[in-house]
């Protein structure tokens, strides 16, 4: 089974809108990390976070983490068009060599 | 610097028939991985290598096998290809942290 859980699975917001999405997870890990899936091309990485670390910013994205609850969410702040996606939450495990993903969220942000 | 390419993009397979998926990694990475992607289901791990000359077996193994004779190549075979496998598969790299994906090959098995 897979380790993370995205939520919500789809989302649709208006440009300038906040959008937040959630992962939780099973296991304990040694960081979280967060990528972006444009329509049919390979994913990229936008932010990795530490266990150590509750909260991380990287220009219009936050990440939070919290391990008690094994749960982070992604927040993108003021969002555009081009932010249309979907993102995925990804953890490996302790020795970081699986490194496995979540179901993603779509997002759908309109002009 | 190409980072991860996969190779073919298209693939259109008969049941039966078999094929091998090469990725091809610039970035000297130890770690690469092998996923496969279905509408609703996210990635799932097929099989993943940590280093030259190593396997081992992801979330999704049956049906499919991989080998890494080359640090930069890391191979998928499927000996007998199943409806069950079309996909989208995916492969990456990375050096602890942060993977690299490849664009992925989008294989149909009629």
């Known amino acids: 089974s897979q380790q993370g859980e995205e939520d919500p699975q789809a989302l649709s917001i208006q440009e300038g809108e906040n959008a937040t999405m959630n992962c939780s997870y099973k296991?304990?890990?040694?960081?979280l990390q967060w990528y972006r899936q444009n329509s049919g091309r390979g994913l990229v990485h936008l932010i990795l976070?530490?266990?150590?670390?509750r909260e991380k910013h990287s220009g219009r994205l936050r990440v939070t983490l919290d391990t008690s609850k094994k749960s982070s969410s992604l927040l993108i702040t003021a969002s555009r068009a081009a932010d249309t996606a979907s993102y995925f939450c990804?953890?490996?495990?302790?020795?970081?060599?699986?490194?496995?993903f979540g179901t993603g969220t779509r997002l759908l942000v309109s002009p | 610097n190409a980072g991860v390419t996969q190779t073919p993009k298209f693939r259109v397979l008969k049941t039966g028939q078999s094929m091998t998926l090469l990725c091809a990694q610039d970035m000297n990475h130890e770690y690469m991985y092998w996923y496969r992607q279905d509408p609703g289901m996210g990635l799932r791990l097929i099989h993943y290598s940590v280093g030259e000359g190593t396997t081992a077996k992801g979330e999704v193994p049956d049906g499919y096998n991989v080998s890494r004779l080359k640090k930069q190549n890391f191979l998928l075979g499927l000996e007998s290809a199943a409806p069950s496998q079309t996909s989208v598969y995916f492969c990456?790299?990375?050096?602890?942290?942060?993977?690299?994906f490849g664009q992925g090959t989008r294989l149909t098995v009629v």
């Open positions: 296991t304990s890990i040694n960081n």
């Open positions: 990456a790299s990375s050096l602890y942290t942060e993977a690299f």
């Open positions: 990804a953890t490996p495990n302790t020795g970081f060599q699986k490194l496995v």
């Open positions: 976070i530490r266990s150590n670390e």
